[in-house]
DNA sequence: ATGAAAGCGCTAACAT
DNA sequence: ATGTTAGCGCTTTCAT
């Protein structure tokens, strides 16, 4: 059996709540040679507080819950929640709160989130991309625990830290279109993710505003992976009519369409220019460091965690916040030329 | 004020224990009439469990800690942290438990960590690549905490669960030497870590092994990033002895020799293997997939977090374990040749 | 300056 | 079959 405050006391002939005003150093005064000898005691008997006993009658775990999105296998292989998570640690840890990871289910869960985000193991949570819609918002909120999003999307009502996915596409557009570039085909990841589908509106809306022919078919979906953007990318790059830019929505697909252009003996920037999104490792790894785009997405979390503490400690639902992105140009990209 | 079992009592006019018996389905008897209003005035009531207020008396949490290695700041961009973290989790998934990371302290800082995890919060831990003397140890174990590592180096009294870093080199030298290589030099990584000197020294023992002449400078530490190796390699392809294999201790750095090898006219395969470790994706990305052997990380850590509950089970002390790794051949290794 | 005692919300031992 | 009650270890109010 551990040691508790009760035994310094008995050991010490002095009242369990001396003992505790002595440990916190407060907000009671204890004399301070009284102070020591407990000290003293509770380091020879090796105590050690018991913060489920305190945060019963505090109210405050000093923790803070993430909630990831998606499904409960493998998710912090996701290299999105790892930078997620990266923050929130940063931030946590200047805060000096502890974190829990609720794996056991998604972001898209009101109902499981609201058992597990009340059952007093700690004071609020970052959802990471959450899916809810206005029903399942407000049974969340309905708990009274503070929460922030990490999200591409806002969620009515929960401040939301994003970034800002137009804007990222409308920057790798200005710049492809001010190379000279006429002739784009988007290569857009899972259209069921906010992401994929607010970087193929982006694209599409940049495309007509520049009065280029509304074509059908100048994009594809495909998974996010290597293995879908090379294979969207070979039959692409077969056609006669191909694009001189191809906008992929991610890194990944961009490295998989730059080992089709290999294999298809396309040369990368000469005669096809390709861009990626998030800038990930790989994008840079590559015999063709790819231009792409970065998104903040430690930042955003830090924010987010930083702002969900304010809320926390009785501050007002913070404000949204939408963080920019910025173009990376590295060497996938050129002037279109005619002849190579 | 969120709702409590006495509230439930009370709106029925019943015992606090018939609720809670009624709620938990046991192990007291409760008549399905009495029960099923229970449940229904629960959930009209918005009825939450206070896990904090039950763990006090269960003496579980149903969570386990999980403390990983090194600094404090940017942990989660590990890679070898992601992979370990994916495992732990989809366990802890299977397990019922939910995970609490504990980020404000090192796994090398003995007394932070038997203070945190002994304060109720977590049933057990996974202590990830610790760093710990003896004494340390012995601390940690006084507290009683059920604790296990997954790590890469033993570590005393504490169930190891660990990967084989001189059984992947063995494989990489084996294969290298039967594919008639004789003249080797090894990119080290940073040789205060295990994984690094572990590597290192079975590189050595090979070249001993097979009565090759023991040559100073068959070796150089570096930092295991991209440009580490790039530095490094730029200056070993310069020489004049150049060796026909460059076994890196890990993949980022077999990344950066492949861009100086390309940088140097120095063609991979043909006038230079290359190999990495630990089969990152940057690895595979590349224009010439590089040869590297993999480590089950995901794996070791789901076994290490599913022995871990045996132990807070009340299971013995779970034996150590150790993971063969795997060669993995890619494009980056080719016999040696004379001329090209 | 310090002790006694009341709970926090729950489970479980003890009564009836 | 069900109610009463004693804690779990701690903080904090109330009393002295």
Redesign the interface.
Known sequence: M?TTIKDIARELNISVSTVSYALNGGPRPVPPTVRDRVLQVAREL?Y??????R??ITRR?N?IGVVPMGG??????SPYL??A??GI??S??DL?Q???????FSASDAEAM???L????VDGAVLIAPRLDDDSLGKLR???IPCVCVSSVHHEGMPTFTTDNAMGIQQVMSYLYGLGHRSFFHLAGPLDMDDARLRLEAYQRFVRSVGLPDQAGDFEASDFT?IGGETVARDLLARSDRPTALVCANDEMA?GALRAA?ELGVAVPEQLSVTGFDMT??GA???TPITTVYQPV?EIAEAATVALLAMIEGGPVAPDKVFPTELVVRSSTSRPQEDV
Chains 1, 2 share one sequence.
């Open positions: 551990a090796n050690r507080p018991n913060r489920v006993a945060s019963m775990a923790a409960t296998h493998n998710v912090f292989l790892q930078q998570l990266s640690a940063n946590a840890n000096h502890d974190l829990v990871i609720f794996t056991r609201a058992c597990y009340a059952d007093g193991r309905a708990t009274g290597m490295v290999s490792p790989i790894a590559v015999a430690v």
